[in-house]
């Protein structure tokens, strides 16, 4: 079946490492997302990227960094100058047209101590 | 700028009750909404869309109608079940956006309660 693969899960890191946030999709989809979920803020557009070495940044892209080798890969670093870390990571991707919805992957839930 | 506003919750029903989640935009132009569900633990799922003025959007017993005059997307369901505890977003994809983004509310979250 297609869909969007995040992993791992669960992640722990120590404070001051960096640390990389995997997606991978197999639905052919051209455009990519990473966005941030923090309780009762909803989702924020973290980095998107629409073809194969090409990105931009979203919102919040301060501290983050994003890779576009493939068109099927899509990872997430997150930088020791990401002053909070600590949420819930959620990677997206879509067809190119105006009505294509996003399809989501489970996320990853980054703990940084 | 493009912007979702949507009652945040916690809504908390019994079985078989009415539901109605209020979501309002602003936006220039036309844009596209959505309506998304997000399950405990698990990403997001897109539960139903309208891409013009009056369409209806429909899903699992849900509903929501784009109200271009009153720049609302309300969410109803008739009957609600337990199984439809979980987090709703409501979403737009602005129609003059200078690039691909999509504009998420902060999510009501619902609990159906046997």
């Known amino acids: 079946d297609g869909g969007i693969t995040q992993s791992p899960k669960y992640l722990f890191r120590k404070e001051g490492q960096n640390v990389t946030l995997s997606c991978e999709q197999n639905?052919?989809?051209?455009?990519m997302y990473w966005y941030r979920q923090d309780p009762g803020q909803g989702l924020r557009l973290i980095y998107y990227?629409?073809?194969?070495?090409?990105?931009q940044k979203g919102d919040i892209a301060e501290g983050y960094s994003v890779s576009r080798e493939k068109k099927e890969s899509f990872p997430l670093t997150v930088t020791s100058a990401q002053k909070n870390p600590t949420a819930f990571y959620l990677c997206?991707?879509?067809?190119?047209?105006?009505?294509?919805?996003?399809?989501f992957g489970n996320g990853t839930r980054l703990t940084v101590t | 700028g493009d912007s979702v506003t949507q009652m945040e919750g916690p809504v908390t029903l019994s079985e078989e009750a009415f539901l109605t989640i209020n979501c309002t935009y602003t936006?220039?132009?036309?844009?596209?909404l959505f309506w998304y569900v997000q399950y405990p633990g698990e990403g997001l799922q897109l539960l139903l869309k309208?891409?013009?003025?009056?369409d209806k959007g429909s899903n699992k017993g849900f509903e929501a109608t784009y109200r271009k005059e009153t720049t609302s997307f309300h969410l109803e369901k008739g009957s609600v079940q337990v199984s439809d505890s979980a987090v709703y977003f409501c979403?737009?994809?602005?129609?003059?956006?200078?690039?691909?983004?999509?504009?998420f509310g902060p999510g009501t979250s619902l609990s159906v309660i046997p």
């Open positions: 997206a991707s879509r067809f190119e047209g105006d009505v294509s919805p996003l399809h």
């Open positions: 639905l052919n989809h051209d455009a």
């Open positions: 990227s629409q073809i194969v070495n090409d990105f």
């Open positions: 936006a220039t132009g036309y844009p596209s």
């Open positions: 309208a891409t013009k003025a009056d």
């Open positions: 979403a737009l994809r602005g129609a003059k956006t200078s690039y691909d983004k999509v504009i």
